[in-house]
């Protein structure tokens, strides 16, 4: 996440074209994930993950081989995007989809914080490397080309590691007859919206991800502009990072003592005030205050929401109802960021968080008077 936005900055020097690719990362949500979520629930979810993994390794790999033979284009760092993001989507509805089969459901908020943990311990790790490296290198282009080769080789640990595991990723299916791929998607988008809090839940989060989409650039292009260097931004990312390690510990335990409402207002009231303290921001520590505090309560919103909507549904329609919520939720996500990237250029980053802090606070207001302030 780091290496991309500063590697198109080091090319183009444009944050909208930068905020165009990122936004190319989560294009795929939107016309991908409601067929594939439709596709998982009669394919071999293992098998289609660890393909997944072979193509983010060779597509990132091809990053510094473009760079060495000296071909790198934006051309081709926006296929690399849009094909990883398409192995992103998925890699993560066959991992959701199957988790509920891998672990019991009293376990389940334990298991998925377990994966909101590994997250945090990658951008813990990962963006203060990534940033130390970019800063030691010559250049950023050759620091974050690198970054791509680094990252490109942890896919083939994650392909072994899934050859090994053992036991069901799905339950057994019984012939069915003839299937209709749209009658299919179309039941998920149905049992999705005539859930209440189902359907509440995913406006409120589509929302959210639209906000928050251009957050990462937006902190990156602050960053610079108070004279921060690659390694001092890798280092608020990796603060953010150990305040999702410490949200994702906490999130178990949170979810078993607060309602679903409390912790999902509650996260949005932090949100906001974060931002207001990323927009304030002078110095970098304070911009790393600011995303080590709205790292910190993704897992908790994670957790609480994904354990509710995998404990309501069924094996046979997990994915289609999991695409469902994230082609609405992350298909958002999307066009915040390629608008995100617009205003960025247009009005410079202060003015871009204050208006994700006054969206962010908007919503508290709205969301404080629907069926959530009693859940």
Not at 46 to 65: E, N, Y
Not at 81 to 95: D, I, P
Not at 259 to 270: K, N, S, Y
Request: charged residues 10%; positive net charge.
């Amino acid at each position: 996440s780091l290496a991309l936005p500063l590697l198109v900055l080091a090319l183009t020097h444009s944050p909208a074209l930068a905020g165009g690719l990122l936004a190319l990362d989560m294009l795929p949500w939107l016309l991908f994930s409601l067929p594939l979520g439709a596709l998982l629930d009669r394919w071999n979810r293992q098998r289609v993950m660890i393909w997944c993994d072979v193509v983010r390794f060779g597509v990132l790999g091809s990053v510094p081989i473009a760079f060495a033979l000296g071909r790198l284009s934006v051309g081709q760092l926006a296929v690399v995007t849009f094909v990883s993001g398409t192995a992103n989507v998925c890699f993560e509805l066959a991992q959701l989809a199957a988790l509920p089969n891998i672990v019991p459901g009293h376990h389940l908020a334990r298991a998925y914080s377990i994966t909101e943990v590994t997250t945090a311990s990658s951008k813990l790790v990962g963006p203060p490397l990534g940033g130390l490296l970019i800063g030691l290198a010559r250049t950023t282009l050759v620091g974050a080309t690198l970054a791509y080769l680094i990252d490109s080789l942890t896919y083939l640990a994650s392909v072994a590691t899934l050859r090994g595991m053992r036991g069901p990723f799905q339950e057994h299916r019984l012939s069915q007859g003839p299937q209709h791929l749209w009658r299919d998607i179309a039941a998920g988008l149905q049992t999705l919206w005539r859930q209440p809090l189902l359907r509440l839940l995913v406006m409120l989060t589509a929302t959210v991800n639209f906000l928050m989409a251009s957050l990462t650039l937006t902190i990156i292009v602050k960053a610079t502009a108070l004279h921060a260097t690659p390694t001092v931004i890798g280092l608020i990312f990796g603060g953010a990072g150990a305040g999702g390690l410490v949200g994702g510990i906490l999130a178990p335990w949170l979810r078993q003592r607060l309602r679903i409402g409390q912790a999902i207002l509650g996260a949005l009231v932090v949100w906001a005030v974060s931002c207001a303290t990323l927009a304030v921001a002078a110095v970098p520590v304070v911009l790393a205050l600011g995303a080590t505090l709205i790292d910190l309560l993704w897992p908790i919103y994670a957790v609480v929401l994904v354990t509710y909507r995998l404990t309501l549904v069924p094996d046979q329609m997990q994915g289609r109802i999991n695409s469902s919520f994230r082609f609405i939720s992350f298909g958002s996500e999307a066009v915040g960021s390629a608008l995100g990237g617009l205003a960025l250029a247009a009005l410079g980053p202060q003015r871009v968080l204050w208006a994700i802090t006054l969206g962010l606070a908007l919503l508290v207001v709205g969301a404080s008077r629907t069926s959530l302030r009693r859940g």
